[in-house]
């Protein structure tokens, strides 16, 4: 069964989660591992696969073929060596014979790692099938936090997109993001000596009283501190025996459950309330896809040096169709022995309040393949938008793309041009108003996600003096480049395309093209960095791409590595490639 099969009216939950699960396995593996074996038709309707471990051949029906995402793959068959039979092959059979080849190939430290690697596939499958059978009836999302809690299938291109170590299915329910729960917070009482705070503005520890119903709830002694929790990091910190011992101690004491009620939004460690002015970020003991999700110190002070850092610069200025959410407050405690204790939290500014994030999403949920039965968020959008203009689909979605590129594409190139920071804007961490159909502001978050140009470092530390403690944060133009290409590009743009070229609603060869004459315009207006990134992405063969198969089979966690990054290798550029000449003689091919 294909997936676009499974995705529409019929089939149950288990065939699309399956089909779903496959697709993300065959993507990923087609890019990092099996480039140089595999072998695409002639028209590009399937692609055989030779497995080393067995004597057999995969093949694998096409159904959409992406310049510029992952492929959406029809229904699979073996052939054994011997036979000139090709047999069907059932999803669960190939992500199986797949997985197996991955470590046949890779021998990455042998067989021993590959249940880990197939727990988390079928793991990862699992979740899919039981959020899929969850929002069979659910309303499409409608603003931010309805849009945070509909990614149904994980990353675009991950082989276990939605594996999660660490917990269990009863709080898997409370505290995930697709199960919409709400809950409160826990909260302790520390003794001030022990806290450890900083803020671009004002303390940390006043900002928990603006928390609604915490700063009522609890009375505290005069020398104690405030320090609010994620459930499941009080239930981690409750069995530490340093924690239990400051609580014998009296230093510390757990005063329980407190104030309004929060939601997971897409990062499930990021929580969200309506009626509070933050979001809180919080670490907890889960593995997401690649990491543990815990919070280190440096981004901590990262957080607080960079807000500092943009209000002087004037960044909210920049443009008005785009804006940084920053992340200027953090609280936590000091352990001995320990540059993290656990107790991290940060807080992170909420622009969507009451009704404010009405018609705002991010562009994961934007972008991702649809529900069964549903057409695709950013699709229904477009069509709506066009039948309510009496424009045809296609003309509104260029326009809308168009749009879409005034706030998520120039803003990002002119901050960089300008002051040499470059942000980590990939899709989840990328956010757009279509309060009125059309884009009209973008939003960036994330405290991790930044990078400041070696050139530009001087010049911005005698401006924000803290900086000089975030040596982390600096790398050459070259290493931004590339780092930035895929985030920004390779991870966001590119997802819009692919929707847009899969729903038929503009050519991924026309949309290529519209990207490459904007960044054109961009390189001759620009100057500086910016100029030099346009430049790069309408030249370079080939683009940096993160390679999360790799990173998960060699069962890396890229936050614990010494620059916070998983494993990356090249993808052919199809900026380069696009040519005016291409997508008109697509235009001449009869429909």
Not at 107 to 113: R, T
Not at 205 to 223: E, N, T
Not at 246 to 264: I, K, N, V, W
Not at 524 to 534: I, P
Request: glycine share 8%; with cysteine; net charge neutral.
């Amino acid at each position: 069964m294909s997936l676009q099969q499974a995705i529409h009216p019929g089939p149950c939950a288990a065939a699309a989660a399956q089909a779903a699960s496959l697709q993300a396995l065959l993507n990923t593996y087609l890019r990092e591992i099996a480039a140089g074996s595999a072998t695409l038709a002639g028209s590009r309707d399937s692609v055989e696969i030779p497995l080393s471990h067995i004597p057999a051949r995969l093949r694998v029906q096409i159904e959409y073929f992406s310049q510029s995402g992952p492929h959406c793959f029809g229904p699979a068959q073996i052939r054994f060596s011997g036979s000139s039979a090709w047999q069907a092959a059932a999803p669960v059979q190939v992500l199986t014979l797949v997985a197996q080849e991955c470590f046949a190939r890779l021998n990455a430290g042998g067989a021993g790692k590959l249940p880990d690697f197939l727990r988390g596939i079928f793991n990862s499958n699992a979740e899919i099938e039981a959020i899929l059978c969850r929002h069979a009836d659910a309303p499409e999302p409608d603003g931010f936090l309805a849009a945070e809690q509909a990614l149904s299938y994980g990353h675009w291109l991950h082989p276990t997109p939605k594996s999660r170590d660490g917990l269990t299915g009863w709080q898997q329910a409370v505290y995930a993001p697709e199960y919409a729960g709400r809950f409160r917070l826990a909260f302790f009482a520390a003794d001030s000596a022990l806290v450890a705070q900083g803020a671009a503005q004002g303390t940390a520890a006043g900002l928990v009283r603006q928390i609604p119903g915490a700063g009522s709830a609890f009375r505290l002694q005069p020398h104690e501190t405030l320090i609010p929790a994620h459930p499941l990091q009080a239930q981690m910190l409750r069995l530490d025996p340093a924690v239990q011992a400051l609580m014998a101690s009296g230093r510390l004491r757990d005063l329980g459950e407190g104030g309004c009620a929060f939601a997971a939004t897409s990062s499930m460690r990021t929580l969200f309330a309506p009626e509070c002015p933050w979001m809180l970020k919080f670490s907890i003991p889960v593995r997401l896809t690649n990491s543990l999700r815990v919070t280190k110190r440096n981004e901590l002070e990262t957080g607080v040096s960079m807000a500092r850092l943009l209000r002087g610069l004037g960044a909210a200025r920049l443009s008005p169709r785009f804006r940084i959410i920053n992340d200027p407050a953090y609280l936590t405690l000091n352990l001995p022995g320990r540059s993290e204790s656990g107790f991290e939290v940060i807080f992170r500014e909420n622009p969507f309040t009451g009704r404010a994030g009405q018609g705002v999403y991010n562009l994961a949920a934007l972008t991702a393949d649809p529900l069964p039965g549903r057409s695709a968020l950013l699709t229904g959008i477009i069509q709506r938008l066009a039948s309510d203009r009496g424009q045809p689909a296609g003309d509104t979605a260029c326009r809308w793309f168009d749009a879409y590129l005034d706030c998520m594409l120039d803003p990002v190139l002119e901050l960089y041009d300008r002051h040499g920071i470059a942000l980590e804007a990939h899709q989840q961490n990328s956010l757009l108003d279509l309060g009125s159909g059309l884009p009209s502001c973008g939003y960036y978050r994330d405290n991790q996600g930044y990078f400041i140009a070696q050139d530009a470092f001087p010049r911005l530390c005698a401006l924000e003096p803290s900086l000089a403690g975030q040596p982390a944060l600096v790398y050459p133009r070259a290493h931004i480049n590339e780092r930035l290409a895929y985030y920004h590009v390779v991870n966001q743009i590119f997802a819009v395309i692919r929707r847009l070229g899969r729903d038929g609603l503009a050519s991924e060869p026309a949309l290529l093209l519209l990207l490459r004459r904007r960044l054109s315009a961009a390189a001759d207006r620009l100057t500086g960095a910016g100029a030099e990134f346009a430049r790069y992405l309408l030249t370079a063969p080939s683009l940096t791409a993160k390679a999360n198969l790799l990173t998960r089979a060699h069962n890396v966690d890229e936050l614990q590595t010494e620059t916070q990054e998983g494993l990356f290798l090249q993808m052919p550029n199809p900026i380069a490639a696009a040519r005016p000449k291409l997508v008109q003689e697509l235009a001449d091919v009869p429909a």
